[in-house]
Structures are given as structure tokens and as C-alpha cells.
């Protein structure tokens, strides 16, 4: 009997709010966490400007130690211990300082690169034949699963405790990793989620593509612009967040409070065949991850009431609402409704899919339908398949009672999570 | 520089990292960073790098490796002040 998992805890670091409350605003108020840096100007960067979380000292010092400080200069660390203490904490957990592992805890997440800041700091000593100077905390700060390291080590998680890269799919991954080992029994809780490293040396290769905006530098608020006619790439962002996940049983025993349940998903990849590449995606595998996703959580097409879409501004964009259509077989003014996150916080790279995973939940918890900034010109390629007004400009009050998530990365992977309301 | 000198300086460096404060609060000579102080093995060559930056020396790896105890420390300094 596999068992039922449910979401108790949920935290955030986004570049348009810091903290699950803050956040929470900042979805209904459809609020731009898109800067101008004069940083990027300098390096003759296209793009400009970015998402970047804002996180003062005073807030650092209530998550790491003074010692953990000394040194510490990987954004990703930051963002993803801060994301994932605080969705512990929201859970109702304690954090206990001694005694045993909670064996029945764990964590997966996940980044796409971690610690390039420091990692830049120990190459520059390397070089100058400085390799001594360079500390004791240069290795856990670059290696990849540092996050899940730095996080296992301040919560006390004794069962897997490990992180995935998927890049953009990262988190969603992570969510839906999380999900099966619980379904399966091996563990009650994991904390699930995903970070992303800001600034030049993450964003660069991506700027490098030419699949950034260059045009909105003076309008950074108006830059990330997902199912727009005039999108013209993706604003790359940063942050962190962060999903407790339960088994329902312990959460019951608990009294924890339910934001929702995850009923199910699907992880798959296009083999980059077809018109799958390193780059874009397999329509083909696209549509069968949404179909096994809806197959496995057991529900039928009809069922979704939003998408919470990859969309991130591209010419791809109609891709994707054109995939859904296939999958779900709606269409015009029976299509679900239809939002992304990005209009908002641009694209937080391997941080994106569980950012997106707790805006998700946020709006199956309140019942709203965040609105899509920027989106007033829809693209005329998007309104062929679907209805204007299935792609809401403000915020509106809905009823949802079941919401799909996807996420598309690099490497042609996909992943989609099925998240339905939960009623005691 | 004078012995108490250089044993306060000693002190607020290893502050940082020791974890037992018994061991902060009877701090001497005979005080060992493992043991006494229970700062991380890791830890130690961070103490390492900011007794180099705070007394402008350079401690080789064979003198940090005879270095347990807070008076090994003080010696090494005091060796590496005179023959820089």
C-alpha cells in the first residue's frame, strides 16, 4: 500500500520576497523582483539586469552560526539554508542540537552549480600559488552537495540526505524524488527543494546564448515577459525554496497544518531526438510526462484546473501551451488556467522549479490564481490554442482543487507534479 | 611583543571556533585546541591562516602539525617573530 504524502511546511527566497509571508504578497500583488546591476554593465554583459534575493546580515545571523559566517561566499548556501530551515520550521518542527538523527527525516536538494563566488576566490588563490590560504571550508561550499550538507548538518536529518541536478528541472525533481521515497515507505519526511547561485559568473554563459533580454535595462520590471508577443528571452534570477513533504499519517498524528497534497508526477527526458536537443525539448516527451503524471496521481484531464507552466519567455512558450493542449486535449475556453512564476522573478535556474513548486502550492492553500505580469500582448501564436483570458493579467480568486506544475531543463528533462487541495 | 601579548591575541583568534567555553575561560599554555577547546580538526587550519594574517608570519605545515597546544602557539610566534 503506498502511502500518501502531503505538504506541512513550505519556505522561500525569492529575488520579489524573502520569507513565505512576504512572498505570499508578492504573488497576489504580482510584484517584480527584477533589478538593473551596474556590476553586469560593467562587464559589458547584454543583459543587464536580473533576479536577485535580498538578504540582509541581521536576517543571516538567525540561520548560521558566527563561525558558519567566517568565509561563507556562496549565495546558493544562503539561500537554500534559509529556504530550507524556515519550511522546516513552518512544518512545526524543532531543530534538536543533540541526541540522535531524526532517522525518519531526510533531504534532496538540489542546484546546478554551487559556491561559484567562492569557487572564483580559491581559483584566483590557486593561481598565485596560494593553495594553503585557501581555508577549510572552500571543498563544502563548492562541492555540489553542499547545500544538502550544510542543511542535514543544521536540521539533524538522519535518512538520505543528498542533492540532484536536473538544471532547470532541479527542483520539481527533487520534489517528486522526495515524494517516492515516502510513497514507498522509506522515510516519514524530506525536506525537498532547490537553490540557485546568482550574479556574473553564473549568468554569463547563459548571456553568452544570446537567449537573454537586452532591451529592457532601463525597464527591468518590464523584462520577463513569459507568453508575451514581444518576450524575447529570459531575465536570469536566483533564490532558493523549499517543501516539507509528509507522509499523511505522521502529519495527521502531528496536527500539522496540510497546504496540500501531491498526488503524483512524472521525471522523463526526450533523449534529445527528434526536435529534442541539449537545448529545447522533445514535444513528444513533454506531452508523455504530462500524460503519465495524470496517469500515476490517477486523475483524468478534465480534473486540472491550473497550470503552473515552465514558461520562461522564449520563443518556446508557445510550445509549451501547445504541448499542453495535446496532452490535456482541451483547448480555447476549456484549456485550465495558466500562470508562471518568471513574469515575476525571471528565471531562477536550478532554483526555479521548487520556487515555483511553493507558488504553486500558495495558491491551491488561499484559492487564488496569481496574475501573469507583462502579458498583455499575448502571443497571437498562443491565443490560436487557448482563450485570453485562460491566462489572467491580475490576480484572481478562484477555486482550485487540482493545479499541474512542469519544469524543463537543459539536457532535455522534464518533470510535472500534480498537487490537489487538501480537505481533512 | 610581550607574552601576555601575544596570548590574548591568541585567544580572540581561537574564540571564534572553540565550542566548549570552559575551555575559552581557563585559557592557557597547557590549553589544547582539540581537546580543551574542541575546535573542529577542519577548523585548524583556519587558526592557522589567521594567526599567520594577525602576526604577519607564515607557519609551515611540519610547525602546525606540532601544534596542539595553545603554548605550542605561543612558541611558534615568538620563533617566527625573531627569525621571520
Redesign the interface.
Same mark, same amino acid.
Given at each position: 500500500m503506498k502511502k500518501r504524502v502531503v505538504i506541512t511546511g513550505m519556505g522561500v527566497v525569492a529575488p520579489n520576497a524573502v520569507g513565505l509571508r512576504d512572498f505570499g504578497s508578492a504573488l497576489r500583488e504580482m510584484k517584480s523582483g527584477i533589478r538593473f546591476f551596474p556590476e553586469l554593465e560593467k562587464l559589458k554583459f547584454s543583459c543587464q539586469i536580473g533576479g536577485k534575493p535580498e538578504i540582509s546580515e541581521d536576517l543571516l545571523s538567525n540561520y548560521f552560526t558566527p563561525l558558519q559566517l567566517r568565509g561563507l561566499n556562496s549565495s546558493g548556501i544562503v539561500y537554500g539554508v534559509v529556504a530550507g530551515t524556515d519550511a522546516w520550521l513552518d512544518a512545526g518542527l524543532e531543530i534538536q542540537e543533540n541526541g540522535s538523527p531524526d532517522w525518519d527525516s531526510g533531504i534532496i536538494f538540489g542546484t546546478g552549480i554551487l559556491g561559484v563566488d567562492k569557487f572564483r576566490e580559491a581559483i584566483q588563490l590557486i593561481d598565485q600559488g596560494k593553495t594553503r590560504r585557501l581555508g577549510s571550508t572552500s571543498v563544502v561550499q563548492t562541492m555540489a552537495s553542499g547545500i544538502s550538507a550544510y542543511l542535514g548538518g543544521i536540521l539533524g536529518c538522519g535518512n538520505q540526505v543528498t542533492t540532484n541536478s536536473s538544471a532547470c528541472t532541479t527542483g520539481t525533481e527533487a520534489l517528486l524524488m522526495g515524494f517516492e521515497r515516502i510513497q514507498n515507505g522509506k522515510a516519514k519526511r524530506m525536506l525537498v527543494g532547490s537553490c540557485s547561485d546568482h550574479g556574473p559568473y553564473v549568468w554569463g554563459g547563459f548571456d553568452a546564448m544570446r537567449i537573454l533580454p537586452s532591451k529592457y535595462n532601463k525597464e527591468p520590471g518590464q523584462a520577463s515577459r513569459p507568453m508575451s508577443e514581444t518576450a524575447s528571452g529570459f531575465v536570469p534570477g536566483s533564490g532558493a525554496g523549499a517543501l516539507l513533504l509528509e507522509e499523511l499519517d505522521s502529519a495527521i498524528d502531528r496536527g500539522a497544518r496540510i497546504y496540500c497534497e501531491v498526488l503524483g508526477g512524472d521525471i522523463n527526458s526526450g533523449g534529445q531526438r527528434g526536435e529534442g536537443s541539449m537545448t529545447a525539448a522533445n514535444s513528444e516527451a513533454v506531452i508523455r510526462c504530462i500524460s503519465k503524471a495524470l496517469e500515476n496521481s490517477e486523475i483524468e484531464v478534465s480534473d486540472i484546473d491550473v497550470i503552473n507552466g515552465h514558461l520562461t519567455a522564449t520563443t518556446r512558450d508557445s510550445v509549451e501551451v501547445e504541448n499542453w493542449t495535446k496532452a490535456l486535449g482541451r483547448t480555447a475556453n476549456d484549456f485550465p488556467y495558466i500562470n508562471s512564476l518568471k513574469s515575476m522573478t525571471g528565471h531562477c535556474l536550478s532554483a526555479a522549479g521548487s520556487i515555483e513548486c511553493v507558488a504553486s502550492v500558495l495558491q491551491i492553500y488561499n484559492q487564488y490564481i496569481f496574475g501573469n505580469l507583462n502579458c498583455e500582448d499575448k502571443h497571437p501564436e498562443i491565443l490560436d490554442l487557448i482563450n485570453p483570458d485562460k491566462i489572467p493579467n491580475n490576480t484572481i480568486e478562484q477555486k482550485i482543487n487540482v493545479l499541474a506544475k512542469a519544469s524543463f531543463g537543459f539536457g532535455d528533462v522534464n518533470a510535472v507534479a500534480i498537487f490537489k487541495r487538501y480537505k481533512s | 611583543m610581550s607574552e601576555k601579548e601575544i596570548m590574548d591575541r591568541l585567544k580572540s583568534i581561537v574564540k571564534?571556533?572553540a565550542q566548549r567555553q570552559e575551555g575559552l575561560d581557563n585559557f592557557e599554555e597547557s590549553t589544547d585546541f582539540i581537546n580543551d577547546l574542541e575546535i573542529n580538526s577542519? !577548523?585548524?587550519?583556519?587558526v592557522v591562516?589567521d594567526v599567520e594574517d594577525e602576526f604577519n608570519i607564515e607557519i609551515d !605545515?611540519d610547525s602546525m602539525e606540532g601544534m596542539l597546544t595553545v603554548g605550542d602557539a605561543k612558541s611558534i610566534i615568538q620563533n617566527k617573530l625573531k627569525h621571520p
Open positions: - | 571564534p571556533y577542519a !577548523n585548524l587550519v583556519d591562516l !605545515n
